[in-house]
């Protein structure tokens, strides 16, 4: 009988010390979860705070870029009475459908690096992040456009990725473009030429199939045993496909600024003037990106007016310069304006 008392004396002190254990891990539990809510919820502050910083950048840089522009006009004493505002709209409109050919290159990359976004979703992150041009140094077209497209269906690493194939594609085309038109239907501009030329090799070196899926692998862009089967989607099928809208992009380009320059006052344009037309806008695009001062500014006009001047005289060339960027500024705000409102209905709130 006494042995069986000293057995439940003894095994009393053990049920409480496995009852302070599991009160004592339950705490540590606790705290844990504690800090990784504090963690999640200084993350989420942290973006959303990043996100308005982003925004208002954006809006000061477009800000700037408009009164700019403007300014530039009054000095220039231009008569917006006299303007022939049909073609400068439907300029709009045709730099709206530039912008579209564009999105829908990016949305095939971002299928060949094994994504699966929503077209509606890649609608918006395109177009909202056209904004971010006007931001020196252009990253944030960047940072905007995967912040809004990376989720569930979509990493941030090949989303980042897409946006650089995109754009070095982009200025591949403009690039080929502008030198063949420049070398083959105009003399001199031996400078300009060079440029064009050697910004087509390197655009194009970087966007060669091969390379790129190289560059990726090394860089980490897809991970894991499928990343060589993933990366194989950005074939010369996927390029070619890319080549083919980029070109009616930059066509769509030169007949925005061939409308702009129609639209003004005493000016007399004919499709004959298309091919100066696209060396301009295609050669002075490209500049003004390898610049990376927000949105070209300076280096699209340094460019623009000393070639359109050549035909139409210097002050319809500044004129044109200008306003060429004020069309594709309202055309960007319009598009991220209408297609952000809707992003209820699209199903990506950022």
């Given at each position: 009988m006494?042995?069986?008392?000293?057995?439940?004396?003894?095994?009393?002190?053990?049920?409480?010390?496995?009852?302070?254990?599991?009160?004592?891990?339950?705490?540590?539990?606790?705290?844990?979860?504690?800090?990784v809510?504090?963690?999640?919820?200084?993350?989420?502050?942290?973006?959303?705070?990043?996100r308005?910083?982003?925004?208002?950048?954006?809006?000061?840089?477009?800000?700037?870029?408009?009164?700019?522009?403007?300014?530039?006009?009054?000095?220039?004493?231009?008569?917006?009475?006299?303007?022939?505002?049909?073609?400068?709209?439907g300029?709009?409109?045709?730099?709206i459908?530039?912008?579209?050919?564009?999105?829908?290159?990016?949305?095939?990359?971002?299928?060949?690096?094994?994504?699966k976004?929503?077209?509606?979703?890649?609608?918006?992150?395109?177009?909202?992040?056209?904004l971010?041009?006007?931001?020196?140094?252009?990253?944030?077209?960047?940072?905007?456009?995967t912040?809004?497209?990376?989720?569930?269906d979509?990493?941030?690493?090949?989303?980042?990725?897409?946006?650089f194939?995109?754009?070095?594609?982009?200025?591949?085309?403009?690039?080929?473009?502008?030198?063949?038109?420049?070398?083959t239907?105009?003399?001199?501009?031996?400078f300009?030429?060079?440029?064009?030329?050697?910004?087509?090799?390197?655009?194009?070196?970087?966007?060669?199939?091969?390379?790129?899926?190289?560059?990726?692998?090394?860089?980490?862009?897809?991970k894991?045993?499928?990343?060589?089967?993933?990366?194989?989607?950005?074939?010369f099928?996927?390029?070619?496909?890319?080549?083919?809208?980029m070109?009616?992009?930059?066509f769509?380009?030169?007949?925005?600024?061939?409308?702009?320059?129609?639209?003004?006052?005493?000016?007399?344009?004919?499709?004959?003037?298309?091919?100066?037309?696209?060396?301009?806008?295609?050669?002075?695009?490209?500049?003004?990106?390898?610049?990376?001062?927000?949105?070209?500014?300076?280096?699209?006009?340094?460019v623009?007016i000393?070639?359109?001047?050549?035909?139409?005289?210097?002050?319809?060339?500044?004129?044109?310069?200008?306003?060429?960027?004020?069309?594709?500024?309202?055309?960007e705000?319009?598009?991220?304006?209408?297609?952000?409102?809707?992003?209820?209905?699209?199903?990506?709130?950022?």
């Amino acid at each position: 009988m006494f042995e069986l008392l000293k057995t439940e004396i003894i095994k009393v002190p053990k049920r409480t010390d496995d009852l302070s254990a599991e009160t004592a891990g339950v705490s540590l539990l606790g705290e844990k979860l504690d800090r990784v809510e504090m963690n999640r919820w200084s993350k989420a502050k942290l973006l959303r705070c990043f996100r308005i910083v982003m925004m208002l950048s954006v809006v000061l840089a477009v800000v700037y870029t408009a009164i700019t522009s403007f300014q530039q006009l009054r000095q220039e004493g231009f008569d917006f009475l006299a303007v022939n505002y049909g073609w400068w709209i439907g300029a709009v409109g045709v730099y709206i459908g530039t912008m579209f050919l564009s999105c829908c290159f990016w949305f095939r990359v971002l299928l060949a690096l094994g994504q699966k976004p929503k077209f509606s979703s890649a609608l918006l992150a395109f177009f909202a992040s056209q904004l971010g041009k006007y931001v020196p140094g252009k990253a944030m077209v960047v940072v905007i456009r995967t912040d809004l497209i990376r989720g569930d269906d979509v990493r941030t690493a090949p989303a980042a990725a897409s946006v650089f194939v995109e754009t070095l594609t982009w200025i591949f085309v403009g690039s080929v473009i502008g030198s063949l038109l420049l070398v083959t239907q105009f003399e001199g501009q031996v400078f300009l030429k060079t440029i064009g030329v050697v910004l087509a090799m390197i655009a194009g070196v970087l966007t060669w199939p091969p390379i790129f899926r190289r560059i990726a692998l090394k860089l980490g862009v897809v991970k894991g045993r499928k990343a060589k089967k993933i990366l194989n989607g950005l074939n010369f099928q996927t390029m070619s496909f890319g080549w083919l809208l980029m070109t009616l992009g930059w066509f769509l380009n030169g007949l925005s600024l061939w409308m702009v320059i129609k639209g003004l006052p005493g000016t007399a344009v004919a499709i004959s003037d298309f091919s100066l037309v696209m060396v301009c806008v295609s050669l002075a695009t490209v500049a003004g990106f390898v610049s990376l001062l927000p949105g070209g500014l300076g280096v699209r006009e340094l460019v623009m007016i000393p070639l359109l001047g050549s035909q139409f005289g210097a002050v319809t060339a500044i004129v044109a310069a200008i306003v060429i960027r004020v069309i594709w500024l309202t055309a960007e705000l319009a598009t991220s304006g209408i297609i952000y409102g809707c992003r209820g209905a699209i199903g990506k709130v950022p």
